[in-house]
Every structure is written in structure tokens, then in C-alpha cells.
């Protein structure tokens, strides 16, 4: 397991890495701005937290197991975040379509986060928001020819897929050592979030998996694929051994 130090500098040296080309111009045909354009505004708004209820629960959670640089890294992770929203911002710019202060999804979102003070539940969502946005991105990717947007959403892609490792390893090491029995219920609850808020995330962006050729059938498959290379993994049988049997390479999602 990596440490916090090393992600603080992961996300350090990350930011500094430009991927974009901000020469380009968007190019999008009439119909891929009907398809893309809300639910764009929407992700862009998501982007754009400040992180305050996260940062408050990884101060507390730091203080209790003793990790100082955790909250540096969680600081960091959330301005990564932030520049997918402000590149997303630019590009919605150059459209001329405005940058959107509320949508249903991120309200009811943010009035979860509102009341979350918890570790454990903050990693699991934010855990399986990022596993929704890797296919949705890769969809937004799949459905123009934009190459600016595309270049936009690969750069998101790569910095998601450390993303989900730093928030795997912060759930194994907060559910390592309980006991089989909250393990054991741990899964299936965990399950029932995950699948409730990966449906409620294609319902709601629907429309750009479908153009990107995710139909709600692979959308389903793909997450399950990533439930179990994640969550699930945490909680294999003799999962007290677990920890020193992973290999904490990036996770191939
Ligand atoms: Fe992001
Ligand atoms: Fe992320």
C-alpha cells in the first residue's frame, strides 16, 4: 500500500502536467451539442466542489490513524478535481453556453456530502463516483470528433484511474481490520449504493452513454466488472491476509 507522502507527490507532480491543447477549438455537429451539452454542464458543476465536507472528514479521519499527509493528499485530490471542472468550464466557454450553478443530481449529492461526516461512506462514494465517471468519460470520448473534448477527457481519464486507487487503498486500510461479520454485510450494502448510484448516474446521462455506444446493458456489466475489482476485492474470504497479498499496482479498469 502506498503511502500518503507518495500520493501527496503524485498529485503534486500531476498537477504541473499539461495534456490539453488549448489551441484547438471545439468543434461539435448540431446534434452531438443536443445530446452532450447538459449533461456536460451538469459534470462540470460536479467538478467544481470545494471539497469543504470531504476535507473535514479527512481531517478527522487523519487525526485518528495518525496520518498528517492524508489530509495534504486529500487537498490535492480535490484540485485535481477541480481542474477537470475548469477545463470543462473552458471549453463550455468557448461554446458559448454558461457554466450551470445547480442540477438535481449534484444537489442531492451535495445534501448527502451535507450530512456525511464518515470516512468510510465518503470513500465509498466518492469510490463509486469515479468508477461511473471512467465510463462516462470514455463515453463523451466515444461520441464526437471534437479532438479538443477528446483530449479534455483523456486527461481526465488518466488522472481518474489514480484517482480510484488512492480512494481503494484509503477503504481497505478503514475496513481492514473489522470484524467477518461487518465485513460480510459491508459487501452487500456496499453493493446496494454502488448500484443505486450508477443507475441513477446513467439515468440522469443517459444520453451521452448511449452516444458514446453504452447501452444500459454494457453500462451495467462494465460497473459490476468494476465492483468487483475493487470493492468486492476488499472483502474476499480471508481477507485478514488480504493487504499483504495485493499488488498495489494501478488498478486496470
Ligand atoms: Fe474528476
Ligand atoms: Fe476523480
Not at 504541473?16 to 454542464?41: A, C
Not at 499527509?69 to 485535481?80: G, Q, T, W
Not at 447501452?215 to 476485492?233: A, G
Amino acid at each position: 500500500m502506498k503511502t500518503s507522502k507518495y500520493w501527496e507527490e503524485h498529485f503534486s507532480r500531476n498537477l504541473k502536467v499539461k495534456r490539453v491543447n488549448w489551441t484547438l477549438q471545439p468543434s461539435l455537429t448540431k446534434d452531438q451539442k443536443r445530446k452532450i451539452l447538459r449533461s456536460l454542464q451538469a459534470w462540470q458543476l460536479a467538478e467544481t466542489s470545494d471539497g469543504k465536507h470531504l476535507i473535514a472528514a479527512s481531517k478527522k479521519h487523519a487525526e485518528q490513524v495518525n496520518d498528517p499527509d492524508f489530509l495534504s493528499a486529500v487537498h490535492l485530490f480535490i484540485k485535481e478535481e477541480n481542474k477537470h471542472g475548469e477545463n470543462l468550464g473552458i471549453y463550455l466557454d468557448r461554446l458559448n453556453v454558461s457554466r450551470i450553478k445547480a442540477d438535481w443530481g449534484d444537489s442531492l449529492f451535495r445534501q448527502v456530502r451535507y450530512f456525511n461526516t464518515n470516512m468510510e461512506l465518503w470513500t465509498l462514494t466518492v469510490l463509486t463516483v469515479e468508477n461511473t465517471a471512467q465510463v462516462y468519460y470514455q463515453s463523451l470520448k466515444n461520441a464526437t470528433q471534437c479532438t479538443l473534448l477528446k483530449e479534455i477527457c483523456t486527461d481526465i481519464l488518466i488522472d481518474e484511474a489514480f484517482h480510484i486507487n488512492f480512494q481503494f487503498e484509503r477503504l481497505a486500510q478503514i475496513t481492514r481490520n473489522m470484524s467477518a461479520f461487518s465485513r460480510f454485510w459491508r459487501l452487500y450494502a456496499y453493493w446496494i449504493f454502488f448500484f443505486s448510484t450508477i443507475t441513477m448516474v446513467y439515468i440522469a446521462h443517459r444520453k451521452v452513454f448511449r452516444a458514446g455506444g453504452i447501452n444500459f446493458n454494457r453500462y451495467y456489466s462494465k460497473m459490476k466488472l468494476k465492483f468487483n475489482k475493487t470493492i468486492k476485492r476488499l472483502f474476499r474470504p480471508k481477507s485478514n491476509v488480504y493487504l499483504s497479498k495485493l499488488k498495489w499496482e494501478q488498478i486496470e479498469l
